[in-house]
C-alpha cells in the first residue's frame, strides 16, 4: 500500500483522527487575534483542569498564505504557576492539533497537564507523508524533515518543498507561538520557553531546555529530529519514527550520526506492534511498521521501546499509541 493510501486510511479512522521571527499581532486586552477557549464538547473537544486556548499560527504572525496557517493550534495552561516544562506536540501528516483529543477528558493534552506541564500543539505543513516525498532514498529524510522544521529549504531534501515558507516551519512557528501566548497572557508561565528574546534566530528565542518535544506519525518523527538539534527534556515518540526505506532505518536515525540530545538516555516509544510475515509487515501497525527497528537504530533504551500500546475498537493500530484512552496512564507516565 502506497504511503497517500496509508494517509487517506488513517484519516477515515474515527471523526477526530487523522493521520520566522514574525512580531505577534495582539488586540489589545483580547491577546492573540482569535485567541478562543477550547470546545468541552463536539470535535476537538478538551476538558483541563486549567485554562486551553486555540489561535491560528497566522494570528500570531504568520503569513496567512502558509500551509495551515489558519488552522488552530492548541495552547493547555496548568493549574497554578506550572512546574516550567512544555509539552510540544506535533500531529501527524495530513492532521491537526484537535485531531489529537480523540476523548476531551482522557488524551496527550490532558495528559501532559497532570504532571503541571504547560502544552502547546501547533498547526504546521503536514500534507505529504515524509515517506511519501523521500520513498527509497535514504539521505532524502533527514534534509526533507530539517526543510519542515526550519522553513528553509535544504539541499537533499524533496522538490515539494522548494516553495517552503520560513513561517511554515515548526521552529518559526513555536517561536512566534510562545511569544504571541506570552504577550497574551503575561502572567501564565509561557514566559519560562523563551530563551534569548533578542536573538536574531528564531530557534535561539526558544528554551529548549524546558521542552519536552513529543508527536504522532511524522509529528514523531520531527520530534526525533528535534533532539538531534537541541538540547531538550525528552522525545516521546507516537507510532514513530518511521523513516525506514526499504525496511532499513534512514541514516540520520543512526545512534553514532550525532544527536544534542542522547536517544539511549532521553528517548521513548509507544506503538502498537506491526505482525511480519517472512519478514514482509502484513498487520498491526502498517503505516509505520519499521519503527521498532529505528528505536533500536536510535540506541534507545529497550526499556523506553515500548511496542505494545492497546488498541480500542474504531481506531486503527497506527492511531492507538495516542488515540486509545486505554494508554492514558501510560501517556501520563511518559510525561512526567
Known amino acids: 500500500m502506497r504511503t497517500r493510501e496509508w494517509v487517506c486510511r488513517l484519516v477515515l479512522v474515527g471523526p477526530l483522527l487523522a493521520c520566522g521571527g514574525v512580531t505577534p499581532r495582539a488586540n489589545g486586552d483580547a491577546g492573540i487575534v482569535g485567541l478562543r477557549a477550547c470546545p468541552t464538547s463536539g470535535p476537538g473537544a478538551v476538558l483541563a483542569t ?55 477528558g482522557r488524551n496527550v493534552f490532558t495528559a501532559a497537564a497532570e504532571s503541571g506541564h504547560h502544552v502547546l500543539a501547533l498547526a504546521y505543513r503536514s500534507d505529504l507523508a515524509v515517506a511519501e516525498m523521500c520513498g527509497p532514498r535514504p539521505e532524502c529524510y533527514a534534509a526533507t524533515r530539517s526543510a519542515q522544521l526550519t522553513g528553509v529549504f535544504q539541499p537533499g531534501a ?22 504571541a501566548l506570552d504577550a497574551a497572557h503575561p502572567g501564565a508561565g509561557w514566559s519560562a520557553f523563551i530563551g534569548n528574546a533578542a536573538a536574531s534566530a528564531a530557534a535561539d528565542r526558544i528554551a529548549w531546555q524546558r521542552i519536552i518535544v513529543s508527536g504522532h506519525s511524522q509529528g514523531g518523527g520531527h520530534a526525533a529530529y528535534l533532539g538531534k538539534l537541541f538540547p531538550v527534556v525528552r522525545v516521546v515518540q507516537f507510532s514513530s519514527t518511521c523513516d525506514a526505506p526499504a525496511g532499513v532505518p534512514a541514516p540520520w536515525t543512526a545512534a553514532g550520526s550525532g544527536w544534542v540530545t542522547s536517544p539511549a538516555e532521553s528517548f521513548f516509544g509507544l506503538s502498537a506492534p506491526t505482525a511480519f510475515t517472512r519478514g514482509i509487515p502484513t498487520g498491526g501497525d502498517l503505516n509505520c511498521p519499521y519503527h521498532l527497528a529505528v528505536w533500536q537504530n536510535l540506541g534507545m533504551a529497550a526499556s523506553r521501546q515500548a511496542d505494545d500500546a492497546a488498541t480500542c475498537a474504531g481506531i486503527g493500530p497506527h492511531g492507538a499509541s495516542i488515540a486509545c484512552s486505554a494508554n492514558y496512564p501510560r501517556w501520563v507516565s511518559l510525561f512526567r
Open 158 to 179: 524533496d522538490a515539494s518543498l522548494a516553495d517552503i515558507r520560513v513561517d511554515e516551519g515548526v521552529i518559526p512557528r513555536l517561536d512566534q507561538g510562545l511569544r
Open 50 to 104: 486549567g485554562s486551553c486556548w486555540m489561535f491560528s499560527p497566522a494570528s500570531a504572525g504568520a503569513s496567512a498564505a502558509g500551509q495551515n496557517a489558519t488552522g488552530l493550534s492548541y495552547a493547555v495552561e496548568p493549574v497554578g504557576t506550572g512546574d516550567g516544562t512544555l509539552v510540544l506536540l506535533l500531529h501527524g501528516t495530513g492532521g491537526s492539533p484537535g485531531q489529537m483529543a480523540f476523548d476531551p
